[in-house]
């Protein structure tokens, strides 16, 4: 039978490795700690924009090395288990120290009481970074994911998709396919956040070189 194509909205997005690289580095530059982890965080996990702006401290377990985005707050109603990377865990552990303890329980604070940061706040840290909204937005890091995933990686269609918290076109096969891939999840998000280091790394070197070298 004919599956239900979902509709495709297209964001301005960085997706090539190189540029990605580039990205990363920009994103190590910038000088406040609480949207610098918000940048990485948005890289290393490509959830959507709302659901890490307003991410919980009770949603994020940093032994199990777990964030479980509960059903409220995800898109398609389900709740959404993100498997965190030896680059995503530093993150939420250094913005535990600034951020934890607030009476809120937001990851991601922002200057008016109670209210996380705002919708705006990653898409103006990448304008300062020199990033143009057409060239990569805070919904980009989403299809930045998808495109490298799909492009670099050996992982299933089937599990990139469910990395994505994208629901199963065919309702029959959803109902089958409860199997959350976890294992391989957990490898893809490790591969995913190795993958944009090693980017990053290439970018660093080329301009040592490139100083050294005149």
């Known amino acids: 039978g004919l599956t239900a194509v979902p509709k495709v909205e297209h964001h301005a997005a960085i997706t090539s490795p190189e540029q990605a690289g580039r990205l990363l580095v920009a994103i190590a530059g910038y000088p406040g700690q609480i949207i610098r982890a918000a ?45 965190l990377s030896d680059q995503a865990l530093p993150q939420f552990q250094a913005l535990w ?31 300062t970074l020199g990033f143009a909204a057409e060239e990569h937005c805070a919904h980009g890091f989403r299809a930045m994911a998808s ?30 396919n409860r199997g959350q891939h976890m294992a391989e999840r957990v490898r893809l998000m490790q591969w995913y956040a190795d993958f944009l280091n090693e980017q990053a790394s290439v970018i660093r070197r080329e301009r040592q070189d490139r100083r050294f070298f005149g």
């Open 39 to 83: 940048l990485f965080l948005s890289a290393y996990t490509f959830v959507r924009p709302g659901e890490l702006r307003l991410a919980k401290w009770s949603e994020v377990d940093l032994r199990s090395r777990m964030w479980i985005i509960p059903p409220e707050r995800t898109k398609m109603r389900k709740e959404h288990r993100v498997p």
């Open 97 to 127: 120290r600034i951020t934890g303890r607030n009476a809120d329980g937001l990851c991601f604070p922002g200057m008016r009481e109670g209210r996380p940061i705002s919708e705006n706040t990653v898409n103006m840290a990448l304008r």
């Open 147 to 176: 495109t490298l995933l799909n492009e670099h990686s050996e992982f299933s269609p089937d599990a990139i998709e469910k990395a994505l918290g994208h629901k199963e076109p065919n309702a029959v096969r959803g109902a089958y």
